[in-house]
């Protein structure tokens, strides 16, 4: 069982910066893809970043990619996702998600998820 909390949320306005992230505890962080994901009121949870077990790959949707860069410290179990050049339509609850997969692209592919931090970017 893996236990995941998020912080870093709160308000920033549009072109601002914030830095995710996630403590893990219960098991190493070390064997598990690791994952962002975000979901603004009304709409579906939504794939923001995935991170391999060694850090080495990562995906990113193409409406973050270029400002959005997730990163863990596997010593530390933790994750991070430094989110830069924000806009309005980032404004969701971000969460944690990690998975024993090689991969993660959809919810489905999650195991474990935290509970949330909220990001609201002001115009």
């Known amino acids: 069982q893996v236990q995941l909390v998020e912080s870093g949320g709160g308000l920033v306005q549009a072109g601002g910066s914030l830095r995710l992230s996630c403590a893990a505890s219960g098991r190493t962080l070390s064997s598990y893809t690791m994952g962002w994901f975000r979901q603004a009121p009304g709409k579906e949870r939504d794939f923001v970043a995935s991170i391999s077990s060694s850090g080495t790959i990562t995906y990113y949707p193409d409406s973050v990619k270029g400002r959005f860069t997730i990163s863990r410290d596997n010593a530390k179990n933790m994750v991070y996702l430094q989110m830069n050049s924000l806009k309005p339509e980032d404004t969701a609850v971000y969460y944690c998600?990690?998975?024993?997969?090689?991969?993660?692209?959809?919810?489905?592919?999650?195991?474990?998820w935290g509970k949330g931090t909220l990001v609201t970017v002001s115009s």
């Open positions: 998600a990690a998975t024993g997969r090689v991969r993660i692209t959809t919810a489905n592919d999650v195991y474990y």
